[in-house]
């Protein structure tokens, strides 16, 4: 099996320690919690001194990723899924599809266990040659009407334009937002479950039999960062992240869906978003940062440090970042024009599909579906305020 950690070798000794530490007192839970700006700048630059001397060669980071992959497989409660919940087949429900501009919207929920639905959109290129990559796209924490979650015009440019340059993309409602109305985002299992609807999601896409599992990637931004990073590192099937104004020392995502979970620190083990950012060195890597967020510091601070880790395994091509000074906390043009090239070389897409007569990225194909024409349920009503806790 691919998936390192749901059928991990952990030897159960180190289980039952880690699931008797983990089931002390609730207050024990929350002290291990690195919540929003949990460290200050310079506590966080220094943190990532510390942590560079725990290893000194690519084994031995090897041996670190493992335990920052472990953590949070326990950490984040997913050894808590039964194996059933992991083996169900994934059902699929298929709404209205749309054919556009080169590229096709599916309307699809995806059921990976009896009655709990994952809904959101398949976007394919009109027409399909032999094997083609997959991207994932996650989404954050956006909730203003007429720019909602997956629904979001930037987000279908980015959907449509991977997926005229070749791949098979799909966006996907976050946990309690958007059309999933049988759960409630703040909820204390968001994070657990928002990991489970990633995995999932990569059994039902891996099985397409026109997708190249050996080209898999995932992007998204802020929160949709926050679930790059940990999908990938929870799931070796992913073999290209692209975590977009989320990664930074100091700031550990203040959702619950983000940093609810002692997935950072146990006991006397502690890592951060950089850390966990990297884990799957040496496969591709892309950060992007912008001057207005937490991620201000990355040509300094995270990208130096993760590009160390690169450099132990000899892989310094396959880490970049893209840092924009005076844009803000989004996943704009700007950053998405960076962003299509990385993705373009390391999934082997077709950059040219989406260039004008200058040779410039252009995404004036792409038509902005309303949030009606995207819903797999379209009497459903979507959550209005995902954000209002329980
Ligand atoms: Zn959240």
Same mark, same amino acid.
């Given at each position: 099996m691919k998936h390192i950690l749901k059928n991990s070798i952990i030897p159960m000794a180190v289980v039952l320690i880690l699931v008797s530490c983990k089931t002390g007192t609730t207050s024990?839970?929350?002290?291990?919690?690195?919540?929003?700006?949990?460290?200050?700048?310079?506590?966080?630059?220094?943190?990532?001194?510390?942590?560079?001397?725990?290893?000194? #060669?690519?084994?031995?980071?090897?041996?670190? +990723?493992?335990?920052? !992959?472990?953590?949070?497989?326990?950490? %984040?409660? @997913?050894? $808590?899924?039964?194996?059933?919940?992991?083996?169900?087949?994934?059902?699929?429900?298929?709404?209205?599809?749309?054919?556009? #501009?080169?590229?096709?919207?599916?309307?699809? +929920?995806?059921?990976? !266990?009896?009655?709990?639905?994952?809904? %959101?959109? @398949?976007? $394919?290129?009109?027409?399909?040659t032999g094997k083609i990559p997959a991207v994932l796209c996650p989404h954050g924490h956006w909730f203003k009407p007429g720019d909602y979650g997956r629904f979001r015009p930037d987000m279908q440019k980015r959907c449509a334009a991977l997926a005229k340059m070749g791949a098979v993309v799909y966006a996907w409602d976050m946990y309690g937002t958007g059309e999933d109305i049988q759960h409630i985002h703040k909820d204390p299992g968001a994070l657990t479950w928002q990991c489970y609807n990633g995995i999932r999601i990569l059994d039902y896409i891996s099985a397409l039999d026109y997708v190249d599992t050996n080209r898999i990637a995932i992007t998204g931004a802020s929160g949709g960062g926050t679930q790059t990073f940990l999908i990938a590192a929870l799931d070796d099937r992913i073999d290209v992240s692209v975590p977009v104004v989320m990664v930074s020392a100091y700031f550990f995502g203040g959702c619950v869906c983000e940093s609810g979970k002692p997935i950072h620190k146990h006991g006397a083990f502690e890592t951060d978003n950089v850390e966990i950012a990297a884990s799957i060195a040496p496969k591709p890597l892309m950060l992007v940062g912008d001057g207005d967020d937490w991620t201000k510091n990355l040509p300094l601070v995270e990208f130096p440090y993760i590009q160390n880790i690169y450099k132990l395994f000899g892989a310094e091509d396959n880490v970049e970042y893209a840092f924009f000074p005076d844009e803000v906390h989004d996943y704009g043009f700007p950053k998405r024009k960076a962003v299509y090239p990385f993705l373009a070389k390391h999934l082997d897409l077709d950059l040219e599909k989406i260039l004008d007569k200058n040779n410039k990225i252009d995404e004036s194909f792409v038509t902005i579906l309303d949030t009606t024409q995207l819903k797999v349920f379209p009497g459903r009503p979507l959550v209005v305020n995902p954000m209002q806790a329980k």
């Open positions: 024990g839970k929350k002290n291990e919690l690195c919540v929003g700006a949990y460290l200050t700048e310079e506590q966080a630059a220094r943190k990532l001194q510390e942590y560079a001397k725990l290893y000194g #060669d690519a084994g031995e980071w090897k041996m670190r +990723a493992e335990k920052i !992959k472990e953590n949070i497989y326990t950490g %984040g409660d @997913l050894d $808590k899924i039964s194996e059933k919940e992991w083996k169900y087949p994934v059902m699929v429900i298929r709404g209205r599809k749309h054919v556009l #501009d080169g590229y096709t919207v599916e309307n699809i +929920a995806l059921e990976p !266990k009896p009655g709990y639905f994952i809904t %959101g959109n @398949l976007y $394919k290129p009109d027409t399909i």
